[in-house]
């Protein structure tokens, strides 16, 4: 049962000769005890139910605090593993950049030298075919000619090629 502030204003009781009813008195003090025992007990209950909550609000609190303080370790860890990863991949590129500088200089060096190689070839080979064509020429003469001749020939052919020789 509850009895409420304007129960307790308008309760009238009934009179007798030397007052109020006694019972009717004493029921409604039973009735107010138990009303106020019960609001008593329900105003002690919601106190504890506010000291539990509260403990668990400031330990939600704390929770949370402690998270945010993780979350901003963990970010500024994420942003300087970040950091570490951008200069250990421009240093690779870098690096990468320069082995293949010095890869493509080295090729350019060997081109160089096989053309130069091969200019080399070319001009033996034109003074190979000079050389050939001559000892060919003389060789015809020679065939041409008379005999005295061809001995004439041969001798300053020999002296010929004794001194080249001796070059």
Known sequence: MT????????K?????????????VDQF??????????AADSQK????????????VK???????MLRDT???TQKMVDDLKVTASKEAQFIIDEARSKADVTVQKGHNRLAQVHEEIETLKRQ????????????KSHLEMLEMSDPEREKVEGLESKLKYLKKVD
């Open 3 to 10: 009895v409420s502030k304007i129960d307790l204003l308008n």
């Open 71 to 73: 979350l901003m370790s």
């Open 59 to 65: 330990e939600y609190r704390q929770r949370d605090e």
């Open 45 to 56: 209950d919601m106190r504890k139910k506010i000291k539990r909550l509260e403990r668990s």
């Open 29 to 38: 003090m039973l009735e107010l005890a138990e009303v106020l025992g019960d």
């Open 12 to 24: 009238q009781f009934s009179r007798r000769m030397f007052g109020y009813s006694r019972m009717e």
């Open 125 to 136: 080979r034109i003074q190979f075919e000079i050389q050939l064509k001559g000892l060919l």
